[in-house]
């Protein structure tokens, strides 16, 4: 817990200078369905950004999984709504594909990996429409901060990550980062099938190839069942 604490603080420091934004990110996640090798899951989410700007999403994902080898493959359809008071509010639907990888580098040190396009349609209450299509690159290490035995009871994990959002730049019809995300989670087994996680999440981004200067936190919480 005491590394946790010293990079919260070195996160916040950093932040403390060029921070613009902050965010929630509250979020809950049930099994719909186990059938076989397929799995089906729902995911509530609040997000919501502070300030004079700020406004509220609320989302409700369906996702599906399934396994095949070492890969997983998994798909679903995201629900998104943003609003608020001084903002055009809309509706986004996101059907979305990708794939997951997951490799034990030690006996306690797991390397994640995911890769997901986005399809994003976008309906804006003043009649607009919008569509764009995002690639997302993850990738994340696990560390339990405890060795366990097979009798023990399962202690924190540690979890940090690395995610990637690719757009496509119109001008010059080439796919650019249009941002960055850096995890640092903590997760811990609260009961048998109940899963809470926390930490933050700091993100680089831009609105072209060359501004990539706005900053933003996000504190984060999740609850799996």
């Avoid at 901060?145 to 924190?156: A, T």
Wanted: with cysteine.
């Amino acid at each position: 817990m005491k590394y946790y604490i010293a990079l919260l603080t070195l996160f916040n420091f950093y932040f403390g200078v060029a921070q613009t934004e902050v965010f929630h990110d509250f979020s809950y996640e049930h099994r719909i369905h186990n059938y076989e090798e397929w799995l089906i899951y729902g995911e509530l989410e609040w997000k919501h950004l502070y300030g004079e700007e700020g406004w509220s999403r609320t989302s409700y994902d369906i996702k599906i999984e399934r396994e095949l080898g070492v890969l997983t493959f998994v798909g679903g359809l995201k629900n998104n709504y943003i609003f608020d008071a001084d903002i055009v509010n809309y509706w986004e639907i996101r059907p979305w594909l990708g794939f997951e990888l997951s490799n034990d580098i030690t006996h306690r040190l797991i390397l994640n990996q995911e890769l997901k396009g986005e399809f994003r349609n976008f309906f804006f209450n003043d009649d607009n429409y919008d569509f764009n299509f995002r690639t997302k690159f993850k990738v994340g290490l696990e560390y339990p901060l405890k060795y366990l035995e097979e009798d023990e009871k399962e202690d924190w994990i540690i979890c940090t990550e690395i995610e990637w959002f690719f757009l496509r730049n119109e001008e010059i019809n080439e796919r650019y980062i249009s941002s960055r995300e850096y995890s640092l989670l903590m997760s811990k087994k609260i009961c048998t099938d109940r899963v809470l996680t926390f930490g933050v999440r700091l993100e680089e981004y831009s609105n072209n190839l060359e501004n990539e200067n706005d900053k933003a936190i996000t504190v984060v919480a999740r609850l799996e069942i």
